[in-house]
């Protein structure tokens, strides 16, 4: 399977190639010729298997034949519940827009930033990528209206309704016309996704691809056993020994993540926070910052962490372990993605024995362990 037979034209084919995506994702070999036959689709995929593009490029071609809307009439509409990942979908967009001969112009709105910019931007915007609050509170100023929108995209439609935006998509949907193509992307088919596809989507074609597995074959998991006092020093220690100059850790709270940073920065490690209660501007010159190399280590709780999406990513700590396996599933497969080999490892102390016991079990594989004691952290 190549990206030329999936019906894409040469201009986006030409952004393709350019990037180096040798051959589609089985979400986009599969996902793309329906989508772009006018279908609604139901995909089932993770972060990470690919599926922006999956929505974007069928987006684009079919927007592109289309006559443009009205001004402040948006003809897409993605659905996504985090800013991070409005910001991220919205450059995939751009990315390949800019090949078009039409010019198709696109945005990201999402809260906790001020709304004037937003509503200003949003002049002439023909695809429009925003969390659900912020949205409806454009429709309620009249900076946008969702009555000529032919696309609709919910992507992590699992998250969406776990973060609690039931109520408000549900307003969104009255507020779009009924004859829409809608595109679902969910990592779990669970009851309340399944509830969504009934009211949503029409005869949908559905796409399900085990990234998980195919993921974690790229991932070298390790544990190490710690107690608690060690765990900064072995930290940094093991930054130091395996030269690492990308590495993700997670925390399982904000002042935990920042109490981190500040171990680090002070033995000379370049780290930087990224948690709910920092600012927008501050979250995204972190996220750029760890994505460009400025920095080496980006601390992050897991809600702040959804949709953190670097390509060849090495390493990834869990310097505290997350309370469910799938949240340890998720963690670890921001590493080994796009085929290029990445190392997990967790720290674990005496009181997470079993949990991390019953982590490995719901995965199936068990993790090598290595006894820390014998490790020398004097400096660290
Ligand atoms: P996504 O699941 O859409 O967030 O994509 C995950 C990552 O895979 C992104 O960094 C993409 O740039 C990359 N990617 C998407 N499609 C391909 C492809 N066909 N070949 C290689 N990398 C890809």
Same mark, same amino acid.
């Given at each position: 399977?190549?990206?030329?037979?999936?019906?894409?034209?040469?201009?986006?084919?030409?952004?393709?190639?350019?990037?180096?995506?040798?051959?589609?994702?089985?979400?986009?070999?599969?996902?793309?010729?329906?989508a772009?036959?006018?279908?609604?689709?139901?995909?089932?995929?993770?972060?990470?298997?690919?599926?922006?593009?999956?929505?974007?490029?069928?987006?684009?071609?079919?927007?592109r034949?289309?006559?443009?809307?009205?001004?402040?009439?948006?003809?897409?509409?993605?659905?996504?519940?985090?800013?991070?990942?409005a910001?991220?979908?919205?450059?995939?967009?751009?990315?390949?827009?800019?090949?078009?001969?039409?010019?198709?112009?696109?945005?990201?709105?999402?809260?906790?930033?001020?709304?004037?910019?937003?509503?200003?931007? *949003?002049?002439? $915007?023909? @695809?429009? /990528?925003a969390?659900?609050? &912020?949205?409806?509170?454009? =429709?309620?100023?009249?900076?946008?209206?969702?009555?000529?929108?032919?696309?609709?995209?919910?992507d992590?439609?699992?998250?969406?309704?776990?973060?609690?935006?039931?109520?408000?998509?549900?307003?969104?949907?009255?507020?779009?016309?009924?004859?829409r193509?809608?595109?679902?992307f969910?990592?779990?088919?669970?009851?309340?996704?399944?509830?969504?596809?009934?009211?949503?989507?029409?005869?949908?074609?559905?796409?399900?691809?085990?990234?998980?597995?195919?993921?974690l074959?790229?991932?070298?998991?390790?544990?190490?056993?710690?107690?608690?006092?060690?765990?900064?020093?072995?930290?940094?220690?093991?930054?130091d020994?395996?030269? *690492?100059?990308? $590495?993700? @850790?997670? /925390?399982?709270?904000?002042? &935990?993540a920042?109490?981190? =940073?500040?171990?680090?920065?002070?033995?000379?490690?370049?780290a930087?926070?990224?948690?709910?209660?920092?600012?927008?501007?501050?979250?995204?010159?972190?996220?750029?910052?760890?994505?460009?190399?400025?920095?080496?280590?980006?601390?992050?709780?897991?809600?702040?962490?959804?949709?953190?999406?670097?390509?060849?990513?090495?390493?990834?700590?869990?310097?505290?372990?997350?309370?469910?396996?799938?949240?340890?599933?998720?963690?670890?497969?921001?590493?080994?993605?796009?085929?290029?080999?990445?190392?997990?490892?967790?720290?674990?102390?005496?009181?997470?024995?079993?949990?991390?016991?019953?982590?490995?079990?719901?995965?199936?594989r068990?993790?090598n362990?290595?006894?820390?004691?014998?490790?020398?952290?004097?400096?660290?």
């Amino acid at each position: 399977m190549s990206f030329s037979s999936l019906g894409l034209s040469e201009s986006l084919l030409k952004v393709i190639q350019q990037q180096n995506y040798t051959k589609p994702f089985p979400i986009q070999a599969q996902a793309i010729p329906v989508a772009l036959q006018g279908r609604d689709v139901l995909g089932i995929a993770q972060t990470g298997s690919g599926k922006t593009m999956s929505f974007v490029l069928p987006i684009l071609e079919l927007l592109r034949k289309a006559s443009p809307s009205r001004n402040r009439h948006v003809g897409a509409l993605v659905l996504v519940p985090t800013r991070e990942l409005a910001i991220q979908v919205e450059e995939v967009v751009r990315l390949f827009s800019a090949a078009l001969s039409e010019r198709i112009k696109s945005l990201a709105v999402y809260g906790g930033v001020s709304i004037n910019p937003q509503m200003i931007k *949003m002049q002439g $915007v023909e @695809i429009l /990528v925003a969390t659900p609050g &912020r949205l409806l509170d454009l =429709v309620s100023s009249n900076a946008v209206s969702l009555s000529e929108v032919r696309m609709l995209v919910l992507d992590e439609a699992d998250k969406m309704l776990n973060l609690g935006f039931r109520d408000e998509m549900a307003d969104i949907f009255k507020l779009l016309p009924e004859k829409r193509q809608n595109l679902l992307f969910s990592a779990t088919l669970s009851k309340e996704v399944l509830n969504l596809n009934e009211i949503l989507l029409y005869d949908p074609v559905v796409v399900k691809v085990e990234a998980q597995e195919q993921n974690l074959d790229n991932i070298t998991q390790l544990a190490y056993y710690v107690t608690p006092e060690r765990k900064g020093p072995l930290l940094r220690y093991l930054i130091d020994q395996e030269n *690492m100059e990308q $590495v993700l @850790i997670f /925390v399982s709270e904000t002042m &935990r993540a920042d109490a981190v =940073v500040v171990k680090l920065r002070q033995n000379g490690i370049k780290a930087v926070a990224l948690h709910g209660k920092l600012s927008q501007g501050a979250r995204t010159r972190a996220l750029a910052d760890f994505k460009e190399g400025r920095i080496t280590a980006l601390v992050a709780t897991d809600l702040a962490s959804r949709g953190i999406d670097i390509e060849y990513l090495p390493y990834v700590i869990n310097y505290e372990l997350p309370r469910s396996p799938k949240d340890y599933i998720h963690r670890i497969g921001r590493t080994g993605r796009a085929e290029a080999p990445g190392t997990a490892i967790s720290l674990v102390c005496e009181e997470d024995r079993h949990h991390f016991k019953v982590i490995q079990k719901k995965m199936g594989r068990w993790v090598n362990f290595t006894y820390t004691d014998d490790i020398n952290l004097q400096g660290f």
